[in-house]
């Protein structure tokens, strides 16, 4: 059996080995490809969170002096910042839980 391997088969060897090693090396890929989907999901939500709190900021018209643009600004930060950061939380535990 000169460099025909198992039965003939060309590529040498036992052929369940090679089957176990096809089946690792596709579970490996699968895992590959489940990180780098929740790699992007994170992202787009960190992306989200950042595009909808600029948005929001950006349909504000504050009028009158210096200060009280400052006060209407930062009034509007208290509702927009923690809706932002519950979208990031949410992200990251997602992506943390699943590591």
């Known amino acids: ?7 003939g088969f060309p590529f040498g060897g036992d052929p369940e080995d090679l089957m176990r090693g096809l089946r690792e090396f ?3 890929q699968a895992e590959t ?3 780098a989907q929740r ?4 992202t787009l939500t960190l992306n989200t969170a950042v595009e909808l709190t600029a948005a929001a900021l950006g349909q504000l018209q504050p009028t009158g002096g210096p200060d009280e643009q400052a ?3 930062r009034d509007a ?4 910042f923690p809706e932002a950061v519950a979208l990031v939380s949410a992200a990251r535990q997602g992506f943390m839980r699943e590591r």
Not at 1 to 7: A, L, Q, V
Request: aromatic residues 8%; glycine residues 16%; without cysteine.
């Open 77 to 80: 930060m208290r509702v927009l």
């Open 39 to 42: 790699e992007q999901f994170a």
């Open 71 to 73: 006060i209407a600004l």
């Open 26 to 28: 596709a579970e490996q």
């Open 33 to 35: 490809v489940q990180e």
């Open 1 to 7: 059996m000169e460099g025909g391997g198992f039965g």
